[in-house]
Structure formats: C-alpha cells, structure tokens
T-cell receptor, first 112, second 113 residues
Framework: GQQLNQSPQSMFIQEGEDVSMNCTSS?????WLWYKQDPGEGPVLLIA?????ELTSNGRLTAQFGITRKDSFLNISASIPSDVGIYFC????????????FGKGTKLSVKP | NAGVTQTPKFRVLKTGQSMTLLCAQD?????MYWYRQDPGMGLRLIHY???????AKGEVPDGYNVSRLKKQNFLLGLESAAPSQTSVYFC????????????FGPGTRLTVL
C-alpha cells in the first residue's frame, strides 16, 4: 500500500529553537494535513493544505504543500515547552474517497 | 459541541470475548472512520463509512465489524477478541466531499489478555 515517509522520527528541542519536519511520498497527494498528538489524547488538526505550493501558517506553525504534490513540510518557530508531543503528517491520495494515509510521526522532546 | 466522543475510554478483555466500541459525533459529518494506533506503526485505518448505512474496509479490517445505522454514530465490534487486537482505537469524522480534514476522538485503550 501507499506509505508516507516522515522524518525525523524524533528530535530534541531547546526552548526558542526552530523545528522542521517533513513527509514524502512516492505518489501524488491531493491534500496534506498536519496533526499533533499529546500523550493519552487523540490527534488534533494543526494545518490543512489543499493546493500545490500552498504555504499556510497557524501561529508559530507554518506548513507547505510541495510543488510536486509528493511532499509537505512543517516548521515550528521559537519552540516552547508545550510544543512537545508527536506530530503526524497525513495525505489524501488522488482518487481516494477521503481516506488519509498517516506518517509514523515525529516525536518532539525537550533537551535535558 | 462535544465534537467526537468515544466510549469506553478503557477496557480489558479476555481472549475470545466480544465487545463494541461506540463513536458519536455532533458535527453533522458524513464520513466516519475507525483507526488503531500501535507503537511505531502510526494510525492504521480499520473501517470507514461515507454515509449512513454504508461501510467499507480499510487497511486492517480483519477481526472487526462496523455499523453505521445513524449518521452520528459509528460502532466498531470485536466478535472474538485476540491479544493482537490490544491497541488504542481512535474514531474520526469528516465532512466528506472536498473537505478531508478529519477530527479525532480521545481514544479507547483496549487490552486483550
């Protein structure tokens, strides 16, 4: 089946640092979504992208829909402790009924 | 609005027992989904529904059944639970059509002994 490659798998942040993560696919996607999941809770939608090249911000978060429609990027600027959690990308493949394919997540932790 | 709610939050079953997980949404969404989340595997789609009375298989449907008798509810059944079904189960819903944002419930943590 289709898969999304999400990287990095994990990263440590220090308050104030900028963070970047990305997802790539071998096939074209019509929609890219980014979610955050806190421990013991369900994923929460952060940003939705519908057009190739689209750049969308939500506070300190910025996401882009890649021009090739096979990738997406999420940047977090000036990270704060509450940014800790797992971030998932999700893509809606062309021709699907709205089903999403999820990446395996990027775990953000605070540097000791 | 409560959004997407799931009951129960936790459950422990013995192998071979059956149970039903209930998902409810109050956003008038057409589409609903059931996922399971396992460590290192991300979210995997079990079954989904594109409208009342319709259901379809997802990526990992074996051992599960679903029903969508009312638009706002989506039930996930395990007829004979197995230890491999120990997981966290999430329900989600979306408007459908050209709107693909899915909104998730808080999850049900199921352990099968």
């Amino acid at each position: 089946g289709q898969q999304l490659n999400q990287s990095p798998q994990s990263m440590f942040i220090q308050e104030g640092e900028d963070v970047s993560m990305n997802c790539t696919s071998s096939s074209i996607f019509n929609t890219w979504l980014w979610y955050k999941q806190d421990p013991g809770e369900g994923p929460v939608l952060l940003i939705a992208l519908y057009k190739a090249g689209e750049l969308t911000s939500n506070g300190r978060l910025t996401a882009q829909f890649g021009i090739t429609r096979k990738d997406s990027f999420l940047n977090i600027s000036a990270s704060i402790p509450s940014d800790v959690g797992i971030y998932f990308c999700a893509g809606q493949p062309r021709g699907s009924q709205g089903n999403l394919i999820f990446g395996k997540g990027t775990k953000l932790s605070v540097k000791p | 609005n409560a959004g997407v709610t799931q009951t129960p939050k936790f459950r422990v079953l013995k192998t071979g027992q059956s149970m039903t997980l209930l998902c409810a949404q109050d956003m008038n969404h057409e589409y609903m989904y059931w996922y399971r989340q396992d460590p290192g595997m991300g979210l995997r789609l079990i079954h989904y529904s594109v409208g009342e009375g319709t259901t379809a298989k997802g990526e990992v449907p074996d051992g599960y059944n679903v029903s969508r008798l009312k638009k706002q509810n989506f039930l996930l059944g395990l007829e004979s639970a197995a230890p491999s079904q120990t997981s966290v189960y999430f329900c989600a819903s979306s408007y459908g059509g050209t709107r693909h944002e899915q909104f998730f419930g808080p999850g049900t943590r199921l352990t099968v002994l």
